[in-house]
């Protein structure tokens, strides 16, 4: 980016924010059926921006790299009614930053297996299951200071240098049948022992979806949870409820038109609940929902013109521990776009 900057004159950077990034991959297929890939990427950036901030005005230096490992492995039957595939994976993400005295160093590190399968006798019903087991690990360090003062020379502490690790383990079923022509269901359940947390829990789900001419009628309803582990993550804001929801509880409606114009309209329900607090940065979040609504619509018009429209409803609310209702940070109630 350094010619940008050239060009528009900004010397707020003592060094031009640059990244590199790099990715390969090779898939081998010995046989019909049987394909076996592997992609690797990597990614490095580094910025260095003068920040007047906390009576301080220095560099405020960042840098970042991330690495990514995968290998899969798909199987398919020569009748097509069978399939399997694993995958491994690792990850690593590296973000450290300096400014003034303050200084923060972490690392993330993830290494997982997936194995699936598919059976599928008839156009009309599959079954498909699954597995999965992640480690994840975090590691931490740097120093922050014990004044108000935030200059190179102030005095300063070392942080509690934080290496953990959890675990997360899961399968999931889920059976698809067409009872009639124009329709199908989907019916499934999920099952994980989640990060950070020490009980399993189990997350069904249902879709149904109905065609009539040119429509498509959906309807689908499932539950989603996350564990608490590396919730810190949310940074604190003073002004806006504080808390990371656990669960989440979703229901939608929509309808799909093909043809011209393209058409897709589609109505939600949202339930957040067992929320965790790890910090006081604002008060203490007990229950979250959201409700919208989301339109689309396309034409190819002429050979010499087309576009879209697009509106989006979002009504979000958070109840608060002491029984207060707030706007939630999502809450943008109307957003309209066209374009032609």
Do not use: C
């Amino acid at each position: 980016t350094s010619l940008l900057l050239t060009l528009h004159g900004d010397d707020d950077y003592e060094a031009a924010p640059r990244s590199i990034e790099g990715a390969t991959g090779v898939t081998w297929t010995p046989r019909p059926g049987i394909e076996a890939k592997a992609v690797a990427l990597g990614m490095r950036d580094h910025a260095t921006r003068v920040v007047d901030a906390v009576g301080w005005r220095g560099p405020f230096e960042s840098a970042g790299r991330t690495a990514l490992g995968l290998a899969s492995l798909r199987a398919l039957s020569s009748d097509a009614t069978r399939s399997l595939r694993a995958t491994a994976s690792w990850t690593e993400r590296r973000s450290d930053f300096e400014f003034g005295i303050l200084d923060r160093r972490r690392r993330d590190r993830a290494w997982g297996l997936r194995v699936e399968g598919e059976v599928a006798p008839s156009v009309d019903r599959a079954l498909r299951a699954g597995v999965e087991a992640r480690r994840l690990g975090a590691r931490e360090t740097g120093k922050v200071p014990t004044t108000e003062r935030l200059d190179p020379v102030a005095p300063s502490e070392r942080i509690a240098s934080l290496d953990e690790g959890t675990w997360h383990t899961g399968a999931w079923l889920e059976g698809e049948a067409r009872p009639l022509a124009p329709l199908a269901v989907v019916i499934g359940a999920r099952i994980d022992r989640l990060p950070g947390e020490r009980g399993a829990t189990v997350d069904p789900r249902l879709g149904v979806a109905y065609r009539a001419s040119d429509w498509t009628l959906r309807a689908g309803a499932g539950e989603f949870q996350q564990g608490r582990w590396r919730a810190g993550y949310e940074l604190p804001d003073g002004g806006g409820p504080a808390g990371v929801p656990r669960r989440a509880r979703h229901l939608t409606v929509g309808a799909e038109r093909e043809g011209e114009p393209w058409v897709k309209v589609e109505g939600y329900l949202k339930r957040y609940d067992r929320y965790i607090v790890d910090d006081e940065s604002g008060p203490p979040a007990r229950e979250g929902r959201a409700a919208g609504l989301d339109a689309l619509a396309r034409w190819t018009g002429t050979e010499r013109w087309d576009g879209w429209l697009s509106y989006s409803f979002l009504h979000g609310q958070v109840e608060l521990a002491d029984g207060r209702t707030v706007s939630s940070d999502f809450d943008v109630t109307h957003s309209l776009t066209a374009v032609g």
